[in-house]
């Protein structure tokens, strides 16, 4: 079975440019979830969905950040404007239960130049 | 902010001792997860412990969990080389509208020397 699948894997962009980064969680799974992880804050966790729905969107950062679950198999994550400071690994996890263990796909790591 | 703290921050050891990493937190919990992280990659799931258990094990892994100090401790028996990673701590709400909401601490970072 594969697993959580990122994408892209790297992005390299310049200030004030749309980002849109990408997640296909297990089949079967209905909790999702997007974290950042930056040396400084760690692991964030931005926003997490069960069962498509958003449950708490409180870790986003701010308007720039948007998230979207239009089915089960697919989630998007943009960031539009992207700042320098939004330069992290952006991770998603699913699960196949709420509170249940996560599985974490390989991450985006993000440059904004 | 995160709810899971842990310390220490970074523990070095010889290949063949034990590494224990202790986690603290701060309100209910559903659950208390810990997680492996290899440089580069995603995180790793370890062990789950419900708030109704006090101990588990997997192999080399013993996990404790004491609710009334809200802290839970992993530990690695006969640690490899291999085990050299960063490890967290995660939990889970334990109720409400954030019912399983996973947040997770700034982790141990471990390193063991052959």
């Known amino acids: 079975d594969a697993g959580v699948i990122q994408s892209p894997r790297h992005e390299v962009t310049e200030m004030g440019q749309e980002v849109t980064l990408r997640c296909k969680p297990i089949?079967?799974?209905?909790?999702l979830f997007w974290y950042r992880q930056t040396m400084m804050r760690g692991l964030e966790l931005l926003i997490y969905?069960?069962?498509?729905?958003?449950?708490?969107d409180s870790g986003m950062p701010e308007d720039r950040f948007s998230a979207k679950m239009p089915n089960a198999s697919f989630s998007t994550l943009k960031i539009q404007p992207s700042e320098p400071r939004d330069s992290a690994v952006y991770f998603c996890?699913?699960?196949?239960?709420?509170?249940?263990?996560?599985?974490f796909g390989e991450g985006s790591r993000l440059t904004v130049l | 902010s995160q709810q899971g703290e842990e310390d220490p921050q970074a523990l070095s050891i010889q290949e063949g001792e034990n590494a224990t990493m202790n986690c603290s937190y701060k309100?209910?919990?559903?659950?208390l997860q810990w997680y492996r992280q290899n440089s580069g990659r995603g995180l790793v799931h370890l062990i789950l412990?419900?708030?109704?258990?006090r101990e588990k094990h997997s192999g080399r892994l013993r996990v404790t969990l004491d609710t009334s100090k809200k802290s839970s401790s992993l530990l690695i028996t006969a640690s490899r080389a291999a085990d050299t990673a960063s490890y967290f701590c995660?939990?889970?709400?334990?109720?409400?509208?954030?019912?399983?909401?996973?947040?997770f601490g700034q982790g141990t970072i471990l390193t063991v020397h052959p």
């Open positions: 996890a699913s699960s196949p239960h709420r509170a249940g263990e996560l599985f």
């Open positions: 089949s079967g799974h209905n909790s």
């Open positions: 969905f069960n069962n498509n729905v958003p449950i708490d």
């Open positions: 309100t209910s919990i559903n659950n």
């Open positions: 412990i419900r708030s109704n258990e």
């Open positions: 995660a939990v889970a709400n334990a109720g409400g509208t954030s019912y399983g909401k996973l947040t």
